[in-house]
Structures are given as structure tokens and as C-alpha cells.
């Protein structure tokens, strides 16, 4: 039971529409109830007020009916007068009694001759004053009360003054010092005025439980069709959007504060809506730029990763070439001053001294291999600054490729050549441009297989129309996956592992190096087996200022 009353109440607390109910039914009640009193009330002092204007128009014509027969002191008439009276419906009694409570005559046989308690109901509002009232006034002439056996009765007692016609009669003459000689008392039965009230209560509790029956019933519908249903339609909506469905519409049906609500809460989801498309565009966007800068510094820190490489290969290639320069020319120039000698002394073809001149002759080109290593070293540690003029792309190309096509004469490789003759003069320093192109064309020769090698060489506009590129494939050995990200890196080289092969590392950087400081890039891709492509880009306009290009962009 308690968790049931318990269940009732939380049901209460948590519904908007039982809390309206309950208080509109109770507030009904209430002035149902008061409307109900108030009416069974009026209308019992209405029956009353006729009972008692009824019994005191029967008391004055019973009393003006007396008057004779009392005169004339003849009392059988009294006595059948006033039992002819008592028979008639709705009067229990008529009795009249003298001043000392003595009842003189009654319509009940029994009680003639006796006293009244002058107590009583009937007597105390004359005799309960300290000195008893000769008049009384017209209000307290009734009273109203309960009888043992007779249950709920009207007491109506008129005073019977003294006329002047009573003192002058013989028979019975009164004196004049009495003014009331008597009380006429008749007893009405309020039973009629009881069960009238009953049946009034009845009625109108059966037509005030309809009328709550049939207010609360519409009271009910209106709450549901105008507060609950509405509610819940809000409620829905509320959890939509509590669910991310922001595109959710509440249906409006009405013009009224419920409707309002609705085309706010509309308002409210596509303002909603609106903010959280923006807020993932944003997203999105700010995705996208994070990408991209992430990119630009992760770009920018493998490019400061490379330049301290670069400085610190830089400061090496600087005390290396200080230390090693002198000894190695020192060394090169005696292998040649003895190579000189021995063929004055006409030795090197004839004699046990021609396996020395072999030996002066390897030790001379190891060492100009060694100080063209020292070149190399100062180079890439030391670049000069390019020397910008607006020059033609196809003209240094064309420059290379004279320069290499005598390599390409003798590895029999197929040459193939297409240049865009549609490209502007782009500001460059034609001859460092010239070195990269000699470097990636011998690079391209030594990974060719001789005879049926092909190297491809092509110019032409950006996808993007900002520069001019420069395309140079081979069909060679390729790189290997793992190697491909590290050959740009100083003294990094995969020409040891071909055969008759060797090489310094430096080319590529120097390669790169040169790029950069042209303000373009260089890209590399490369299949095993299927050969190698590598792309320039140069831009049509070098930027006016360094850092339009550096770190400072990226950040």
C-alpha cells in the first residue's frame, strides 16, 4: 500500500495534467460544495420562513376562533375547537396555559391540569429574563426543537391580552392589572420541511455530481487535447534534438501560447541546425588547415633537419677540405712530376718500371678523384647565390642534353625529348639549373641497362599553372621503397651497388640545394625494376622576399 501511494504520488509530481486536474476538480468541489450549501440552505429558510408565516396565520385564526367561546367562558367549545385544529395535518398539538405555566386546556386529554416547566423551550423567552417580558417580541414568538417522540416541531405561542370585554365579564371577570391573561402554544411538525430539504439535497447533490461528472469530463478533454497532447509533442521534439536530430518540426496547430512555443522551438532547432552546420564546416575546415600545416611543418622540420644536416656536413666539408686540400694537390703533383720523369727516361713502356707507372697513374686519379670529393664538399657546404636572370627552360635543357648525348651515344640508349615550346622565359641561373639537369641525366645513364636503355625528358606548365616543370624518367633498376626517402641526404648513394659503380652521395643534395634556392621543388618516384621519374618545379616568379618561402609562411 505504501509503495503504491508512493508510485500515485511520484505519478503527481512528475504530470503536469493530473496536477491541472486534480486542482481544477478540487477547486469545483470546493465551490460546488459552497454553491450546494449555500442553495440547501436559503431554501430551507425559504420553507421555513413559509412554515412559520403558515403557523402564525393558523395561530391568529385559531386564537380569533377562540376568542368567543373564551369570552363566554364556554369551554366544550374550546375543547372541540382546539382538537378540531390539532387534527389537521402537520400540527401535533395546541394547548393554551395560564401565566403560571398551568395548562389549561390541550389537545392531548392528559396533559390538562398539569404544569409547564417554565425552563423550557417553550417558556424561556418570556420567563428566562430576571423579570418576566409582558411583551414579546414577534421573533421570539417561535422556536424551534426536538421532541423525544415527535421528533424536529415549531413552537408558535401567541400572548392572550387582556381586553377590556374580558374584565367586564361576569362569569369569569379578570382583572385589569393582568395584561396577558394566557398563552395559546400550537406545535407544528417540521417533518414535511425535513424531508423536502432531504429530497432538495438529494437532488441537487445528483445534479451537482453530473454537473462534476460532466465538467470534469470536458475538463479532461481539454486538458488532454490543449495541455497533455501538446506537452507531449514538445516533449518529442525536446528529445530530438536531445538526439542530435536537429531537422526535426513540430507540426503548429494553433494560434494560441502553445503555438508560439512550437514555432519557437522550431526557430530554436533550425538556429540550432544552422549553428552545428557552421560549426562543422569550421571543424572541417580547421581540419583541413591543420592538415595543411601540419604538412608545411612537417615539410618545414624536415627542411630544418636537412639544413642542420647541411650546416653540419658544411662545417665538415669546410675542415675537411682545409686539411685534405694541400696534402692531396701536394700528393698529385709528385705522382706527376715522377710520371714525368719516367717518361723521359722513356721507362714506362719497357722495364720492370711499368707496373710502377700503373701504380703512379691510379695513385694520380684517386687523387683527383679525392679532390674532385673536396670540389663537391665545398660546393654543397658553400653554395654560391644564383645568379636570377629571365632565361628559357628549353634552352638549358637543350644545353644538358648536348652535353650527356655522347654518354648516351655509347650506353645505345634511346633518347626521348619533348619540350613545350609555349613556356615563358622564367627567372633562373641557367648555369646551375644546367647542373642539376648533368646531374639527374648521369644519374639516369648509370641506372640504364646498356643497349636498351631509354631516358625521357620533357617540359611543360604546372597542374596547378604556377611554375613550369621539368619531367626526367629512365627505365632503369629503380630504388627500393625503403631507400627512396633518404636520397636527397648528404653522402647517401646507391651507385656502390652497381656494378663498376661508386659515387659520393653529394649529387642529389646538391641537386636539391640548387632547387630551393630557386624557390621550386623537386619530387622523386620510383618502382622497383620499372625505372625512375623525377619532376622539377620552378616557379614563373621568385618571391620578392626570403620568407615568403621560409618558416615564416608555414608557421
Known amino acids: 500500500m505504501a509503495g503504491l501511494r508512493q508510485s500515485s504520488l511520484g505519478a503527481f509530481k512528475k504530470s503536469l495534467t493530473l496536477k491541472l486536474l486534480v486542482f481544477l476538480v478540487g477547486s469545483l468541489v470546493f465551490l460546488v460544495g459552497v454553491i450546494a450549501y449555500t442553495s440547501v440552505s436559503t431554501c430551507r429558510s425559504r420553507l421555513l420562513a413559509t412554515v412559520l408565516l403558515n403557523a402564525e396565520q393558523t395561530a391568529d385564526v385559531l386564537k380569533r376562533s377562540l376568542r368567543y367561546a373564551m369570552l363566554k367562558n364556554e369551554r366544550e367549545t374550546i375543547y372541540h375547537i382546539i382538537n378540531t385544529v390539532a387534527k389537521e395535518p402537520g400540527i401535533k398539538k395546541v394547548r393554551i396555559y395560564n401565566k403560571e405555566g398551568q395548562i389549561v386546556f390541550s389537545s392531548l386529554e392528559y396533559e390538562t391540569g398539569s404544569f409547564v416547566d417554565l425552563r423550557a423551550d417553550a417558556c424561556i423567552g418570556c420567563h428566562g429574563q430576571a423579570r418576566t417580558l409582558e411583551r414579546l417580541p414577534r421573533t421570539d414568538r417561535f422556536r424551534e426543537y426536538h421532541l423525544a417522540k415527535k421528533g424536529h416541531v415549531l413552537g408558535l ?33 417540521l417533518t414535511s420541511v425535513d424531508e423536502s430539504v432531504k429530497t432538495l439535497q438529494a437532488q441537487l447533490l445528483i445534479q451537482l455530481l453530473v454537473l462534476l461528472l460532466a465538467v470534469t469530463l470536458v475538463s479532461v478533454l481539454l486538458l488532454v487535447r490543449f495541455v497533455r497532447n501538446p506537452l507531449r509533442v514538445l516533449l518529442e521534439g ?66 630544418m633537419i636537412r639544413s ?72 654543397f657546404s658553400r653554395p654560391s647565390a644564383p645568379k636570377i636572370e629571365l632565361k628559357s627552360l628549353n634552352a638549358a635543357v637543350e644545353k644538358a642534353i648536348r652535353l650527356i648525348q655522347h654518354q648516351i651515344d655509347l650506353l645505345g640508349a634511346e633518347m626521348i625529348v619533348g619540350l613545350d615550346k609555349s613556356l615563358p622565359d622564367i627567372p633562373i641561373d641557367e648555369q646551375k639549373i644546367q647542373q642539376v639537369l648533368l646531374a639527374l641525366l648521369i644519374n639516369a645513364c648509370e641506372a640504364i641497362p646498356k643497349g636498351s636503355g631509354r631516358i625521357e625528358v620533357r617540359t611543360g606548365r604546372s597542374e596547378a599553372g604556377d611554375g613550369v616543370e621539368v619531367l626526367v624518367r629512365d627505365n632503369g633498376a629503380g630504388i627500393d621503397e625503403d631507400v627512396l626517402p633518404h636520397i636527397f641526404e648528404p653522402f647517401f648513394t646507391t651507385k656502390g651497388q652497381r656494378p663498376g659503380g661508386g659515387g659520393t652521395g653529394l649529387g642529389l643534395s646538391v641537386v636539391q640545394s640548387i632547387v630551393t634556392l630557386h624557390h621550386g621543388r623537386i619530387a622523386v618516384s620510383s618502382k622497383k625494376g620499372e625505372g625512375t621519374t623525377f619532376v622539377m618545379l620552378l616557379p614563373f616568379k621568385q618571391p620578392e622576399r626570403e620568407e615568403e618561402f621560409g618558416l615564416e609562411e608555414v608557421i
Not at 542530435?244 to 540550432?272: H, P, Q
Not at 721507362?347 to 683527383?368: W, Y
Open 157 to 189: 405561542i401567541l400572548p392572550i391580552e387582556n381586553e377590556p370585554e374580558c374584565a367586564n365579564q361576569g362569569c369569569h371577570a379578570s382583572p385589569k392589572a393582568k395584561p396577558i391573561l394566557g398563552v395559546l402554544d400550537v406545535i407544528l411538525s
Open 238 to 303: 525536446t528529445e530530438q534534438l536531445r538526439a542530435g536530430n536537429l531537422s526535426f518540426v513540430l507540426k503548429v496547430t494553433s494560434e494560441d501560447e502553445i503555438g508560439d512555443l512550437c514555432r519557437s522551438f522550431n526557430e530554436m532547432a533550425r538556429s540550432l541546425m544552422e549553428a552545428r552546420d557552421k560549426i562543422l564546416a569550421w571543424n572541417e575546415e580547421l581540419e583541413k588547415r591543420v592538415e595543411e600545416r601540419t604538412a608545411q611543418l612537417k615539410k618545414a622540420h624536415e627542411e
Open 308 to 379: 642542420a644536416k647541411m650546416a653540419s656536413v658544411g662545417k665538415l666539408a669546410a675542415i675537411v677540405a682545409h686539411e685534405i686540400n694541400n696534402p692531396l694537390f701536394g700528393v698529385r703533383t709528385y705522382a706527376k712530376l715522377l710520371q714525368r720523369r719516367l717518361e723521359k727516361e722513356g721507362v714506362l713502356k719497357n722495364g720492370p718500371e711499368e707496373d710502377t707507372a700503373k701504380i703512379l697513374a691510379t695513385i694520380e686519379a684517386e687523387v683527383a678523384r679525392c679532390g674532385e670529393i673536396v670540389k663537391n664538399l665545398l660546393q
